[in-house]
């Protein structure tokens, strides 16, 4: 099942729940649901859904650099010049935060 999917199916638990007049750790029980399930699924529905995208990152070979950096390009045109030497973990932080 798809998240689509999930979110579809939790979304329409959580209305027939509501829908049912009963508590929820009632409709829960009667229909088999795990209590921490729900619970889940009801918070994660009324926060807004993340969005990511993917940036392209573009690396050209053919220009080589004594400086030993890592040049990123962006598509909103920002150009960023960091050290080799940074972790991917640095570098992702970077990236996150020039985006």
């Known amino acids: 099942m798809s998240q689509e999917q999930k979110r579809t199916h939790w ?3 959580i209305e027939q729940q509501k829908q049912s007049q009963l508590t929820i ?6 229909k088999g649901i795990s209590y921490q ?7 994660r529905l009324r926060s807004p859904e993340t969005v ?4 392209p990152i573009e690396f050209d070979e053919s220009r080589h650099s004594l400086s030993e ?3 990123l390009l962006f ?3 920002i150009r960023a010049e960091l050290p080799a030497a940074l972790s991917p973990a640095q570098i992702k932080h970077w990236v996150d935060a020039l985006q």
């Open 11 to 13: 979304a329409s638990v």
């Open 75 to 77: 598509a909103n045109g």
């Open 25 to 30: 750790k009632q409709f829960c029980e009667d």
């Open 69 to 71: 950096a890592v040049v």
């Open 37 to 43: 399930t729900f619970f889940y699924w009801s918070k």
């Open 52 to 55: 990511q995208t993917l940036q």
